[in-house]
């Protein structure tokens, strides 16, 4: 009788057991607490509702998400990350927004043998001589965005650029990124501390320079205080070329302000396909908010792991690989593919904020400006 | 040249925003001895309830009263729960707990009105611009500002030198156990400090809320000037504290643009572009270590 229970219980623990270990388990972490946790939720948001329209599943397999906050402390990021690792090793880490947080959490995620597949944050590190098989970026190399506004003003044959950005290295390499396809004449760079709340010393410059075309990547609040005072001082004939400055983030703060703003960008709301329009639609209903490129790339991030995990039959790691390669899913942005680098081969446009019928503001796709992009560094990666 | 007088008005209005922070956080410090670092918190809830205000009540300048009067209140609520207790405490444990509030009114906010920035319009009022230079307009509102903090300034500085209670603040910020010791009821008068330090800050907080975004954090960068404004003016001295905050506001606007042309000048190519910003960002603190130097007790000490 003993024996029979202990038999059973052991039976029944075994059934547990590869019961768990056909789940697929992937924590997202992301930065939900502090100013920019607005970025953050739209991650967490667009990798849910893949899932939920999945119904819970991916790649047929029950999906097991822990939701991990970094709070942009890369050191906890680590700390966090390692403990998952240990207690529970995950097949997936999905994440993180910021560079910085990338940078620290690569070695715990792939030395534990977990993929990171990066939704956001794209690190010129890893795109170059540092790729590796274990890291998949489902956004764009940091540079490509602010490329394309390089290359919309030599389109148009802007010929004095005025550009600003933040007093630190990812501001350096967005004004890097845009004179790397600018033909024309740089007026100005101006650098601004992090925190600075008033713009209108940067305003009356460029009031005084009158340049073709102004070029901002001004990130969160700074890009608030930007386009709000650019408006009241009544600059509305110098077009301004942005990154990461209007966007659906920012633009229930920023208002009527923003209309008329231009951003480079891999994908808008008003994106003509048929993945997108669904996607738009659901994620409005469910979250009650313009999903923005995070919610956009989170959800893009869910599809290629569930064809990932259906291709591969499980959860093996070395099966994933080439079924991650192949990025065999329906984007939200139409053509998408892997470089050799697993960092995205895409199209680039430029998109302008308008009002909707509805009378929210969202940003839409003008014109392409990129096709197929591959980023600079592609070429420099062996991949081992 | 235009450009020069352009950076002087802002500087002006920056400088008048700062002050109403500022006005408060030397009342706090200089009477009560207490170093309340949630003072920036009071800026922040301002602004969070001019939003919420305007949109109930229907308008810019009910929120800017309602929302001022509330973080007042607010500000007494904070002073009663947590800060009476702090009083006789050593700085240390003051910072520690006032920085606990900070961490823990932030993240209420974003609770409350989720971590999105928030947008208050402008009251149609002041939405105007006038022409300042060829191509930029200034608006009306930001010269608005100014007068307002102005206003508050003069009102201030007739409450604190003419008044009764005024005479008392005073007195207390130079020697506080005298004015307890002559009867006065030192609580009462910390408690009024409180509230009206409270309140100009919320105050600021919706002046400063159409020029900026509203979002979670926003008091720090405010309260890190409002220190270097009464660590300048003197502590305690509402008069060093209307004197520093126009000159961190000049000094911040009109230095930051003059420092990097300074630059270009003296050095050439890659090093200026480096040089300029990195000298930009410090030069309030170099001002403040300057005066420090020169007048440790800052340039209007309420202590003689």
């Not at chain 1, 819970?56 to 906050?69: N, R, S, W």
């Not at chain 1, 050191?75 to 927004?97: H, S, W, Y």
């Not at chain 1, 490509?144 to 919309?152: A, C, T």
């Amino acid at each position: 009788m003993l024996k029979n229970l202990l038999g059973g219980l052991a039976l029944a623990a075994l059934a547990m057991g590869t019961a768990r270990a056909e789940a697929v388990k992937v924590a997202v972490i992301s930065t939900l607490s502090g100013p920019q946790a607005t970025l953050g939720e739209q991650i967490r948001d667009g990798f849910q509702l893949a899932v939920d329209q999945l119904g819970g599943k991916l790649g047929g397999l029950p999906a097991e998400i822990t939701v991990v906050d970094d709070e942009l402390k890369p050191d906890l990021a680590v700390t966090k990350i390692r403990g998952l690792m240990e207690a529970n090793k995950q097949d997936f880490v999905v994440g993180p927004v910021f560079s910085v947080v990338k940078a620290a959490i690569f070695k715990p995620v792939t030395s534990a043998g977990g993929y990171l597949i990066s939704p956001n944050a794209g690190l010129s590190t890893f795109a170059g001589k540092g790729c590796s098989k274990d890291l998949f970026v489902t956004s764009y190399q940091n540079d490509q965005p602010h490329s394309v506004s390089g290359q919309f003003a030599t389109d148009q044959g802007y010929k004095r650029a005025f550009l600003i950005a933040p007093n630190y290295q990812a501001g350096r390499d967005a004004l890097n990124g845009f004179k790397s396809r600018y033909k024309g004449e740089v007026v100005a760079e101006d650098y601004v501390p992090l925190n600075q709340m008033d713009m209108q010393s940067e305003l009356a410059k460029i009031a005084a320079a009158k340049p073709d075309v102004v070029f901002v990547f001004l990130p969160g609040g700074l890009g608030i205080n930007f386009v709000k005072q650019y408006r009241q001082a009544g600059l509305n004939d110098i077009p301004v070329l942005s990154t990461f400055t209007v966007d659906e983030s920012t633009l229930p703060a920023q208002g009527d302000a923003a209309i008329g703003f231009y951003s480079g960008t891999n994908w808008a709301p008003d994106m003509d396909n048929a993945t997108s329009k669904k996607f738009v639609a659901a994620f409005e209903k469910k979250y009650g908010y313009v999903p923005g490129t995070y919610a956009a790339q989170a959800f893009d991030t869910a599809m290629l792991i569930d064809s990932a995990v259906r291709a591969a039959g499980g959860t093996d790691h070395a099966k994933l690989l080439p079924a991650l390669e192949k990025a065999d899913f329906a984007s939200v942005r139409g053509n998408f593919k892997f470089g050799k680098n697993h960092y995205p081969i895409q199209d680039f446009y430029l998109a302008q904020v308008a009002k909707r019928g509805d009378g929210k503001l969202q940003t839409e796709i003008r014109q392409k400006v990129l096709t197929a992009d591959v980023d600079t560094y592609a070429a420099e990666c062996v991949m081992k | 040249m235009i450009l020069l007088v352009v950076q002087t008005l802002n500087g002006f209005q920056l400088g008048m925003l700062l002050f109403l922070v500022a006005a408060g956080l030397t009342l706090v410090f200089g009477v009560m001895n207490f170093v309340n670092l949630a003072h920036g918190v009071q800026y922040m809830l301002g602004a969070y309830l001019g939003v919420t205000f305007a949109q109930m009540a229907g308008g810019f300048w009910a929120g800017l009263v309602l929302a001022s009067l509330s973080a007042g209140l607010f500000g007494l609520a904070l002073e009663w729960l947590i800060f009476r207790h702090l009083y006789g405490r050593s700085d240390l444990d003051q910072v520690l707990a006032t920085f606990g509030v900070i961490l823990t009114l932030n993240e209420g906010v974003r609770l409350i009105w989720g971590s999105a920035p928030l947008e208050l319009a402008m009251p149609r009022l002041l939405s105007g611009s006038f022409a300042l230079m060829e191509g930029l307009r200034y608006p009306v509102y930001r010269v608005a500002i100014a007068g307002l903090g102005l206003a508050v300034a003069l009102l201030l500085a007739a409450g604190v030198h003419r008044t009764r209670a005024g005479m008392l603040i005073r007195a207390g910020a130079s020697n506080r156990d005298m004015v307890s010791a002559l009867g006065v009821d030192i609580n009462r008068l910390f408690r009024l400090v409180f509230g009206i330090g409270a309140m100009l800050a919320g105050f600021a907080g919706v002046l400063a809320a159409p020029l900026i975004s509203v979002e979670p954090g926003m008091g720090e960068n405010v309260l890190i000037l409002a220190f270097v404004v009464i660590v300048i003016g003197g502590i305690g001295s509402i008069r060093g504290a209307f004197a520093a905050a126009i000159i961190v506001g000049l000094v911040d606007t009109v230095g930051r643009g003059a420092i990097t042309g300074l630059a270009h000048l003296m050095l050439t190519g890659p090093a200026a572009a480096k040089v300029g910003p990195a000298l930009a960002s410090m030069l309030i603190y170099l001002v403040m270590a300057a005066v420090l130097a020169l007048r440790p007790a800052g340039l209007f000490p309420a202590r003689a």
